[in-house]
């Protein structure tokens, strides 16, 4: 009869627990979408609007976004195909290649062997709070061999200014000057960072960019890229126009979520809000030295959901409400069969989902995921 009962508990456990994984897969509209759109059966992330290229960015956030609606599977399923075709099945040992698609030769493969940081550190990130929040230490090895990678072949001593995250390989010019990627720094990752890799120089990279933060967004915008030299002297991008796109707008995502240790950063960023305001949208791109649009007629709707959690922060309700209007009418535009592009779901993913509560980050950076509190 014990035994019974026991079999019994055990059923209404397993039960318990597949019901509970089945609502976290349902209970994030916006993702599910997602994956029926970008997200292969094999975990390739597809950006179709792109020659179908795959990047290890779109697979980083994946794994991201499937911790955090508890798909573990889906999760399992996007890091194998990540490490078989971006690390040759060697993800930690190895730096995942950036760029996977369609090769000239006709075969699909890797196009550039060069590997992201923001995305290496996307991962490794996703590997370890997956280990802690489904008690799978198995994940964290991974992780820890890839922050050992960053740190040997993507972290860089730049004179006074401190060490540096290189945003790949051929980011480092003459002179002893580096050229920066602001994007590549989310707040609460590095707090995190530097709270489970107490030896990596997570705490310096972040110190030292919040000390050149002034002068990085000395017009109160961001731009994509900046250059420092070893004296610590920021000046504008040099390989190309200055400018404050697509990479700069997730600056403003991850200030505006990871909460109190990101005031000053939200505070320093507040003359965008104004031009955001002034527009009624996010402009596609900003001289980052004058803070004037370069082209103001268009505003990609992924912009709207970056910047909804750098709008809550400071407390500006009009402009948020505003922003979050234009997203659902673009969600109904889509359904009625409107194309929509990676990256712009992407954005909306992070910014509306953190806003809808789907996820939050605590005061040392670990993932707070809805289907957890």
């Known amino acids: 009869m014990m035994r019974f009962k026991l079999i019994v508990f055990g059923v ?18 916006e993702w599910n979408d997602f994956v029926g759109r970008f997200v292969q059966a094999d975990g390739r992330v597809i950006d179709i609007t792109f020659d179908r290229k795959s990047t290890s960015e779109g697979q980083s956030y994946a794994l991201f976004f499937a911790l955090v609606a508890n798909q573990r599977a889906r999760f399992d399923t996007i890091l194998k195909w990540t490490s078989d075709n971006l690390a040759a099945g060697q993800l930690g040992d190895k730096l995942p290649a950036w760029l996977w698609g369609l090769r000239e030769d006709g075969s699909w493969g890797v196009k550039d062997e060069n590997s992201a940081s923001d995305a290496n550190l996307w991962i490794a990130y996703s590997l370890l709070e997956a280990a802690r929040l489904w008690k799978a230490p198995g994940y964290a090895e991974t992780g820890r061999k890839l922050l050992a990678q960053i740190r040997r072949h993507q972290v860089a001593q730049a004179g006074s200014a401190g060490p540096v995250l290189l945003p790949g390989y051929g980011f480092t010019l003459d002179k002893g000057r580096f050229r920066l990627n602001p994007s590549y720094l989310p707040g609460f990752m590095f707090r995190y960072l530097a709270a489970v890799d107490p030896q990596g120089p997570w705490r310096s990279v972040w110190d030292g960019y919040m000390r050149m933060a002034p002068k990085i967004f000395s017009a109160g ?11 610590g002297v920021i000046m504008p991008d040099t390989e190309r126009e200055p400018s404050g796109s697509y990479d700069a707008i997730r600056v403003y995502l991850w200030a505006g979520m990871s909460g109190p240790g990101s005031q000053d ?11 955001i305001r002034k527009l009624g949208s996010p402009p596609e791109k900003v001289n980052p030295l004058s803070a004037v649009p370069i082209k103001s007629d268009y505003s990609p709707i992924g912009f709207s959901g970056a910047v909804l959690p750098f709008l809550s922060a400071l407390d500006d309700k009009p402009t948020l409400e505003k922003q979050r209007e234009r997203i659902r009418v673009d969600a109904l535009r889509a ?6 592009n990676y ?20 005061g040392q950076g670990r993932l707070q995921p809805k289907w957890m509190r």
Not at 335 to 340: C, D, I, M
């Open 12 to 29: 209404f456990l397993g039960w318990t627990m597949s019901s509970a994984c089945a609502f976290a897969a349902t209970d994030w509209p």
């Open 221 to 231: 915008v961001a731009p994509d890229l900046f250059v420092v030299d070893s004296n």
């Open 265 to 275: 950063l939200v505070k320093m960023l507040s003359p965008y809000a104004v031009l």
């Open 335 to 340: 359904k009625l069969g409107e194309p929509t």
């Open 343 to 362: 990256y712009d779901q992407v954005l909306i993913l992070f910014g509306k989902g953190w806003l809808d509560g789907q996820y939050r980050f605590d």
